[in-house]
């Protein structure tokens, strides 16, 4: 997708701190960490803009990032950790390439209800 930065990141076109690379994911550290562990996990593939364009076209791609995050927490000796998508403007998206935060190192306790 043109003006995508991360199809740039992907694509290696825009450098990045990777963590972790197959020929569909790619996982890189976060250039404005919110945690002490902070990497972003996506497809490499455009296909989709976020998480409300989930389809069974694509999910099999959403399983293999959750599986990159899950060997990393475990690579990394992650205690606990969170994994995120905001989806759309109003949930503070920034960029409209599907990823996943992975948030780790700090107390990520939430009181939800
Ligand atoms: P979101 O706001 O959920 O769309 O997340 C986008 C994330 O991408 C933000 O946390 C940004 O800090 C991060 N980000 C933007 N540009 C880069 C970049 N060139 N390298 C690494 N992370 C980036």
């Keep these: 997708m043109p003006d995508c930065i991360f199809c740039k990141i992907a694509a290696g076109e825009i450098p990045s ?32 803009a976020g998480a409300a364009e989930i ?29 995120v998508t905001n989806n759309g403007a109003a949930a503070g998206q920034t960029v409209p390439h599907l990823h996943f935060h992975l948030l780790a190192g700090r107390d990520l306790t939430l009181h939800l209800g």
């Design 55 to 83: 389809t069974s076209e694509n999910s099999a791609l959403v399983g293999h990032c959750f599986e990159v995050a899950a060997k990393l927490a475990k690579e990394l000796h992650l205690e606990g950790f969170r994994i």
């Design 17 to 48: 701190n990777k963590a972790y690379e197959d020929d569909d994911v790619l996982a890189f550290h976060d250039v404005n960490p919110q945690a002490p562990v902070h990497l972003l996990i996506i497809p490499k593939a455009h296909v989709a």
